[in-house]
């Protein structure tokens, strides 16, 4: 645009200014559509358009002029704030829903945002919080018959995609310390039917705990910390767990070794233990230990070291409040009732009560690995650990 277009792109906005300054919307219109024609590139000259026409009630007209300021910049605030508007005046649920989305996810970046921009803040996230709920609502509806037919494992998949669609959680990724094994499906709890025998290990829940009261009633439990960081570790979220019972294990298997005295001490669970499709990599699996969290404390996120194994809970001791979060989905404790897990998806664990809590954990190999896999797995451990030896 050449310098008399500009002058003369001024010139008009002056005169549309002027005229709404009077009242007059209609010559306003005229003079910002003319300013807007020499200066198309101009995003301002647009917003004063489609105030011009908003204030004459022409509805598209605003429209046309708001989706014009924001063909020049997708990041004008203040344009998608008036569409925003203009698509919620209308009754238009759905661009508005995703307009004031847009508005808010800009806004994060405003450092002290004014009392007037917080309270239209405030508005968008009531708008969009609305509409989802009319939304899960009419969701909840039409798929109210089809859930009441489907399976567990339907039933949980297709709550989990409304879920995202509505915002309510995210989906994890899996993030393994070690050795990740790709295109095993990353789902936070496995399904039942992948774990027959959880029914046998649950039915030997009164035993298990009967072993472990005798075990902690006992002078020395034989508990250990089950956080050991080495010396000179800098301060990390594992700190406060670092080398503290708060946090406590007695294991009866560890990197794939039994402990023998420690099984002596809890014989029929090491037995069941045994009979079950353990997790087996020398040197690496299984990990069967009974694990005790103090009352009022807390394990951070944090995930594990890979994914070819899975990691059951049979919860024996739990106070009510106790909560467990894998990834997007948070249960609780509920004694004697079995669940396996993927811990290479991020999960957490709390006991926010004055009692101590007390699980049974045990590896079993990722339902989904074949037995040709797992013995190829195996192997692959095999000869990594022996080139690390011949490394070290």
Known sequence: MGAGSSTEAANSNTLGMDALRVGDAETA??????????????????????????????????RVALDA???????????????????????????????WSNVLSLAAAIDQPSLEFLALL??????????R????????????????????????????????LLGRRTIFANDCHGFHYPFLPADEFFDRDDSPWLSQLEAAT????????AIMAAADPGLAPYVEQPSGVPENKWS??????????????????????????????????????????????????????????????????????SIVHLPLIVPEGCTFRVGGETRPWVEGEAFVFDDTIEHEAHNPTTQDRAVLILDTWNPHLSEAERTMICKIYAVTASEKMRAD
């Open 29 to 62: 219109a005229v003079h910002f559509a003319r300013a807007c024609e020499l200066a198309p590139d101009a995003g301002e000259l647009w917003l004063n358009l489609a105030t011009a026409r908003r204030q004459l009630r022409d509805d598209e007209g605003e």
């Open 69 to 99: 300021a924001l063909n020049v910049d997708q990041r004008n605030l203040m344009a998608l704030i008036r569409l925003a508007q203009l698509h919620e005046r209308l009754g238009e649920d759905v661009p508005a829903t995703n307009r």
């Open 122 to 131: 405030n508005h968008a996230k009531t708008y969009i919080q609305e509409q």
């Open 133 to 164: 709920r009319h939304l899960a609502d009419a969701l909840d509806q039409v798929l109210a018959g089809d859930l009441a037919k489907a399976s567990v494992r339907e039933q949980r998949r297709v709550r989990a995609s409304t879920d995202v």
């Open 206 to 213: 009164a035993d298990i705990r009967a072993e472990l009261e």
């Open 240 to 309: 406060p767990l670092d080398k503290s019972l708060d946090w406590g294990a007695l294991h009866l298997w560890r990197d794939g070794e039994r402990n023998d005295a420690a099984c002596a001490r809890a014989p029929k669970t090491a037995a069941l233990v045994e009979s079950l499709p353990l997790c087996r990599i020398p040197g690496r699996a299984p990990a069967v230990f009974f694990s005790i969290l103090k009352a009022g404390k807390s394990i951070p996120p944090h995930t594990g070291v890979t994914n070819v194994r």
